[in-house]
């Protein structure tokens, strides 16, 4: 089977775990520090099922990074920016990117909806996962907006490493078909015009950067903090 930091996340996102006061669910969490560490090591080791597994990983984390607890909301982040570190090619991988926006769709999406009415929980597309809103639209706000920044940022700094297939990552999420959530057209013209600010704005700051000679490590971006 393949390797997977599933089981140490459900058993953090445990909501009696979390409410421990005796500090169980920070054991936990530094049992799965060790965990991932070997996780790491493990997927040097592997190349056959390396990329495979690493882009899955990423996707979880990216679902998770979402999560509605921000204790979780950190671990992803931890993990996350420590796998691209290790594996900063992560950054420009098309599976990656698309679920980046898959999700950022979601969170779109969710501004449209009632915060008076039960909370949705849906199904991030091409994953096993699913993505609960949070419960006021404040919150919701907030939630997008933090993830869509953090999200240029990223695309900011592949396009610095691959900008030729970073940019055809985006340009095909563009065309391709896909099952959005968005109510209504104007919606889905917002979104897009997200996305194409994002090739603007990366290409202006890869020009700079070679202008100025210098390029900033992966985990200043993909460091995320609330």
Not at 169 to 191: D, I
Request: net charge neutral; glycine share 2%.
């Amino acid at each position: 089977s393949e390797p997977s930091l599933d089981p140490i996340l459900s058993y953090l996102c445990d909501p009696v775990l979390q409410k421990d006061k005796c500090g169980m669910w920070q054991c936990v969490k530094c049992i799965g520090d060790q965990v991932f560490e070997k996780f790491r090591v493990v997927l040097v080791e592997q190349d056959l099922k390396r990329e495979k597994v690493l882009e899955s990983q990423a996707r979880m984390l990216l679902v998770f990074f979402n999560h509605i607890h921000k204790q979780i909301q950190l671990v992803a982040d931890q993990y996350l920016s420590q796998l691209v570190d290790k594996f900063p090619h992560l950054l420009w991988s098309r599976s990656v990117l698309w679920c980046m926006l898959d999700i950022l769709q979601l969170l779109a999406y969710s501004l449209s909806l009632d915060p008076n009415q039960p909370i949705p929980i849906v199904q991030v597309p091409m994953t096993s996962y699913t993505l609960q809103f949070m419960d006021n639209m404040p919150a919701r706000e907030n939630r997008f907006k933090d993830f869509s920044d953090r999200c240029q940022g990223i695309f900011n700094e592949a396009m610095k490493w691959a900008p030729n297939y970073t940019r055809s990552h985006l340009q095909q999420y563009q065309s391709q078909s896909h099952s959005a959530p968005f109510s209504n057209r104007e919606e889905a013209l917002a979104f897009d015009s997200v996305i194409k600010s994002w090739l603007s704005d990366s290409v202006a700051s890869g020009n700079k950067i070679k202008n100025n000679g210098s390029v900033r490590g992966t985990s200043k971006f993909v460091a995320f903090r609330w």
